[in-house]
């Protein structure tokens, strides 16, 4: 007999059923406790049922997904069954199954609470009909034997930390040999659950290594073990693409002057790559990995005015003269290194002349304009009053930082003629020397008008890199270094991959 309802199939018969249009034979046992499930799945067809025997009540025992039981005496043929209600009570070893998200054939044995010691311990097994396929050919394979039993941290379960335990099966493939089955729990082959893993990860993702062993209960070099494995993953899993727009930067990482090349998406805020120090091969090496006709597909390349990277670029990009775009921020710190460059000088000077009035002023100079703190505005304006070579450099430089306002190529590059003409003949050698750089380069700062790409603009991604600095005090080695910037900002897939059936 069959009886259908919303959600869920109701059989029951003496004799064996065989329904056409369900996708399962089930055959009733008379006289035995049968435990059965009927779920739609997301695809809309039923799942097979499940069967469990573990008492000998005459009755059919129905469990249906919205918590009612039904219960239908052996040989009653009036109704349809009688509503119990809630199932009567949920057995830890099904509260874990649940909780676990166990993928078939596998179910929890056990359930072992150890209060005092505040730990939860689980054991799995499985379905001994279950069929296996070979890890490697996903060919049917028959089992062979059982591994020693292993086991894998899981969530907390209410502060008490949680373990799973199970013996893996291992398979006999007729191509491949004996094969252990990859538990389904944990994909990624570390001694932790998936779902453990995800919450490291998320974990990592709000605070360092320091706060997250504390918050997870993990060991630092178990937490630095799931960052680089979750960022070796999500690169592998990284889709092969140039970016169209560039922006390449250098950071300092570490106290001495070691730097680390920054090759970034300028679209979507990502860093694509990171290799080690500045030099040409450091860039070439991102270059490397692509064909020159992937790479023709570059647009713009915002960068700073450091030949190495304008080399590199060169070699590699087809088109680079018309596609290199120095950097702003860049342009506009070679000027006001020259300016920190006067006030040394003409600081020593009025010293040696008992003239103080440059003494402690050096940031005041490093400012633009508008980011004199409030506090220091009136010493500022007081100082710059005062005609000293040093206020003149800094007007010349906030005076270039006007070229970014323009619209059109023509007038910028006007602009910048007058700007070169007050500068070179400021009588001051630094802020010469600086404009003598920025002519050089000139036309690859014009490229902005064509582009607008900077290497700031990227803000966002600034910050978090900055912030992966400042988490990266305790980083022993560069490797380090590099793992924490593709976890933080490589906009990478971090996460195991979907549970798979084993
Ligand atoms: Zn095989």
């Known amino acids: 007999m069959l009886w259908l309802a919303k959600d869920c199939i109701f059989v029951w018969s003496k004799a064996p059923w065989k329904l056409a249009n369900l996708p399962f034979m089930w055959i009733p046992q008379s006289g035995i406790h049968n435990r059965l499930e009927f779920r739609r799945n997301s695809t809309g067809s039923w799942k097979s049922l499940r069967d469990s025997h573990s008492s000998h009540r005459a009755y059919y025992w129905f469990l249906f997904p919205a918590g009612d039981v039904f219960l239908i005496p052996v040989g009653s043929r009036s109704i349809l069954g009688i509503v119990h209600g809630k199932e009567p009570e949920v057995k830890d070893t099904e509260l874990y199954a649940a909780l676990l998200r166990l993928p078939k054939p596998w179910r929890v044995r056990e359930v072992k609470l150890d209060l005092p010691s505040e730990r939860v311990d689980v054991w799995l ?12 050919c996903a060919k049917t394979a028959p089992l062979y034997d059982h591994a020693e039993e292993a086991h894998w941290r899981h969530l907390d379960t209410c502060d008490c930390l949680t373990y799973v335990h199970a013996r893996l099966p291992r398979v006999k493939c007729p191509t491949h040999g004996v094969r252990q089955i990859k538990p389904g729990w ?15 990860i998320d974990t990592l993702k709000e605070c360092d290594v320091t706060g997250t062993k504390r918050l997870t209960r993990t060991s630092w070099d178990q937490t630095w073990h799931i960052m680089e494995k979750a960022v070796a993953r999500g690169l592998a899993l990284k889709e092969r693409r140039v970016p169209a727009q560039l922006s390449i930067d250098e950071k300092a990482f570490a106290k001495r002057h070691r730097y680390e090349t920054l090759v970034c998406d300028y679209e979507q805020g990502t860093v694509e790559y990171v290799a080690d120090n500045r030099k040409q091969e450091s860039l070439e090496k991102y270059y490397r990995q692509f064909t020159p006709e992937e790479l023709s597909g570059i647009e713009a390349v915002a ?8 080399a590199a ?16 921020f860049h342009v506009v710190r070679t000027v006001t290194e020259a300016v920190d460059k006067v006030r040394r000088n003409e600081h020593k000077i009025l010293t040696s002349e008992g003239d103080d009035r440059l003494k402690g002023t050096k940031h005041l100079w490093l400012y633009n304009e508008e980011n004199v703190p409030e506090w220091r505005k009136e010493e500022f304006d007081a100082i710059r009053g005062t005609h000293l070579k040093t206020g003149r450099a800094w007007a010349i430089k906030e005076a270039l930082r006007g070229l970014w306002g323009f619209s059109y190529p023509k007038r910028a590059e006007a602009f910048f003629r007058r700007w070169y003409f007050w500068a070179t003949y400021s009588r001051l050698s630094s802020v010469i020397a600086a404009a003598k750089t920025l002519r050089r380069h000139l036309p690859n700062i014009l490229t902005y008008f064509k ?18 600095k400042e988490m990266a005090c305790g980083f022993r080695n560069r490797e380090h270094y590099k793992t924490a910037i593709y976890f933080h900002c490589g906009g990478l897939d971090l996460y195991p991959t979907p549970r798979a059936t084993a």
């Open 125 to 136: 097994e499985h379905d001994p009909y279950a069929k296996w396929n070979c890890p490697e």
């Open 303 to 310: 960068m700073d005015m450091w030949d190495p990277y304008i």
């Open 313 to 328: 670029t060169k070699a590699y990009v087809p088109g680079a003269e018309s596609k290199i775009v120095f950097d702003k």
């Open 451 to 468: 582009h607008r790409i900077s290497n700031a603009t990227a803000e966002g991604l600034n910050s978090k890199i900055q912030m992966v």
């Open 186 to 200: 944990a994909s990624s082959g570390l001694a932790i659950t998936d779902l453990f893993e995800c919450r490291v």
